[in-house]
């Protein structure tokens, strides 16, 4: 099993910036790739961006240029850095690992920027 803790969510105003933080723990070793999801009211948890092991990265078109995704594999963590915030950013933001096939998921953090 692995346990995800995010951190980092909060509220911000539009053109604002915040860093989403995910800790992994317990059965760690050979964690694939790590991301970062999303889902707003009303909508499907879509893909915002994840990063492979060998450090390959793949983003939604919507963040292209604005969040950048960072993996540190001796701290078992993966940051997400956001700027330039919009409204249409809200959501709870959700980490995500696969480990061997497995998904795991964090509880999530919601971020929230108003216009």
């Known amino acids: 099993q692995v346990q995800l803790v995010e951190s980092g969510g909060g509220l911000v105003q539009a053109g604002g910036s915040l860093r989403l933080s995910c800790a992994a723990s317990?059965?760690?070793?050979?964690?694939?790739?790590m991301g970062w999801y999303r889902q707003a009211p009303g909508k499907q948890r879509e893909l915002v961006a994840r990063?492979?092991?060998?450090?390959?990265?793949n983003y939604a078109d919507s963040v292209k240029g604005r969040f950048t995704i960072s993996r540190d594999i001796a701290k078992n963590t993966v940051s997400l850095q956001m700027i330039s915030l919009k409204p249409e950013d809200t959501a709870v933001y959700f980490c995500k690992v696969d480990r061997y096939g497995h998904e795991y998921w964090g509880q999530g953090t919601q971020v929230t920027v108003s216009s």
């Open positions: 990063i492979s092991g060998g450090g390959s990265t």
């Open positions: 317990g059965s760690i070793l050979s964690i694939n790739t």
